[in-house]
């Protein structure tokens, strides 16, 4: 399998980061209300990952190494996972497991429904990822993939509600998230071609 090394140090990291997590919990270092660190750890992960995903493609397109690829898929699954640790231990600590208190807190905070729509999205996702997916799917595949455009949206709609008030980490994620967007945009993506093509011109020139 090829860059087989680079794809174990991918997963060892994007496993070892929320192991650290339950340690710090374990260890009672995640301050006062642990419950709520690890649900907010849990979200900013997903998205980080969500983000580092919707990069792999430009990243190739830059560089030319096809090892951005070779990870893509793995991160994307990753980000399902922790979004689904996410939502768990919302559902465990926050709600303390009283499922019957869903409705309610839908009502009172509208954004969670906004989160479910953007799990719900990455689950899609996550799902038919597989090669045999791929194959049943043909054209379409690549079409139901682009729904990862408007989960983006969706989870930076999630999170703004959520931290209105620190909106200094919104931003940042979302000027990442506007670049990565428009990226894709074909010009944008021809221009980023051309200036690889630039680039390898100049290192062959020396
Ligand atoms: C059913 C699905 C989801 C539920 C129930 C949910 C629930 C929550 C809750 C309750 C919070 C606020 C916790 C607090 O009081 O601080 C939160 C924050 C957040 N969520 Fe979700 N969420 C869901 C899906 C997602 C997904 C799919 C992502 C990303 C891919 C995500 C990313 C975030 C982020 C980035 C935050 C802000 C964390 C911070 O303040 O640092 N959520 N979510």
Request: aromatic content about 14%.
């Amino acid at each position: 399998m090829r860059y087989r090394w680079w794809r174990l140090v991918v997963f060892a990291l994007t496993l070892s980061v929320p192991l650290y997590w339950l340690y710090l919990a374990w260890q009672f270092a995640l301050g006062p209300d642990p419950g709520k660190v690890l649900v907010d750890n849990l979200g900013q992960g997903a998205l980080v990952l969500l983000l580092l995903t919707l990069s792999m493609t430009p990243l190739q397109r830059l560089t030319g190494w096809g090892g951005w690829l070779a990870v893509r898929r793995q991160l994307g699954l990753w980000c399902f996972t922790y979004g689904f640790l996410h939502l768990a231990s919302y559902l465990y600590f926050l709600l303390g497991g009283e499922l019957w208190r869903l409705g309610g807190e839908l009502v009172e905070r509208p954004y969670i429904l906004v989160g479910a729509f953007g799990f719900s999205g990455l689950a899609i996702l996550a799902m038919t990822s597989s090669r045999w997916s791929m194959r049943r799917l043909g054209k379409r595949w690549k079409a139901l993939h682009r729904l990862i455009y408007p989960i983006v949206i969706i989870v930076l709609l999630h999170m703004l509600w959520v931290v209105r008030s620190d909106s200094a980490r919104w931003f940042l994620y979302a000027g990442i998230a506007t670049v990565l967007l428009l990226l894709r945009v074909p010009l944008m993506a021809m221009t980023l071609a051309s200036v690889r093509g630039r680039i390898k011109a100049r290192t062959n020139l020396k």
